[in-house]
């Protein structure tokens, strides 16, 4: 049902922007993707993992050239990565080790944005808004080697369905990632014709391990600094 949700959110926009003569633009770009390690919502450095993001957005004036509303609908590549040990010289004393997670998403954001004018066609912009995601895809991938020993592997990401409209998934927490994330964005960029530059930082509200929240097991949430290059029709 949440899929079924975003999709018809991303029907409505495009609809609009049809009827409305409002701009339709094609986004993607860099995301330097984390997890947070502790329950104040704190990351490490250290395991930040590079992905991307592309999609589609519609800009929809509130008031002209000033304020607008920018929904969209992306394909998003999110997780982060655990790293330990020299990987070019290797040894059982000091192993090296990679463990890497890399959930990707279907994501709606609902910006709203301000304009600031600097020139005959040349605008700044901020915007701040909430994002839903739906989970749809992933690994999580592994690296040993001590120096005699080397293997690596895989597996797909295993979702549940402990959605907002659905608690009762009997394996929730058995190795599983929650389906259903949200979260919040602040943005900043500029506008030049039609051609968009942006920065922009995602932060889940919502733990991406499966099982019920707890005051001990609410840590991991995404978090993802995403750098963008777009254009406007």
């Known amino acids: ?49 590079p992905s991307y993001h592309i999609g589609v957005i519609t800009d929809m004036p509130l008031i002209k050239n000033v304020l607008s509303f920018q929904p969209g609908v992306f394909y998003t590549s999110k997780g982060a990565k655990l790293e330990s040990g020299s990987k070019g010289s290797p040894s059982v004393a000091d192993p090296y080790t990679k463990y890497t997670t890399n959930p990707q998403y279907i994501e709606v954001p609902l910006n709203f944005v301000g304009k600031i004018p600097i020139g005959s066609d040349c605008r700044l912009f901020a915007g701040i808004g909430p994002y839903f995601a739906f989970g749809v895809a992933g690994k999580n991938k592994y690296e040993f080697n001590n120096g005699i020993v080397n293997t690596t592997g895989k597996s797909d990401i295993v979702w549940d369905d402990d959605t907002p409209f659905n608690n009762d998934d009997p394996n929730q927490g058995r190795n599983k990632y929650r389906r259903f994330d949200w979260g919040g964005n602040v943005m900043v960029g500029a506008e030049i014709s039609r051609f968009l530059l942006s920065a922009q930082y995602g932060l889940g509200f919502n733990k991406i391990n499966s099982g019920a929240e707890s005051s001990s097991d609410n840590k991991n949430k995404n978090r993802v600094f995403s750098i963008s290059a777009g254009f406007l029709f």
């Open 1 to 49: 049902m949440t899929k079924r949700i975003i999709l018809c959110v991303a029907a409505l926009a495009i609809s609009f922007a049809a009827v409305s003569q409002v701009r339709v633009g094609v986004k993607g770009g860099l995301n330097l993707a984390n997890i947070s390690t502790n329950n104040d919502g704190t990351v490490d450095n250290s395991r930040t993992l």
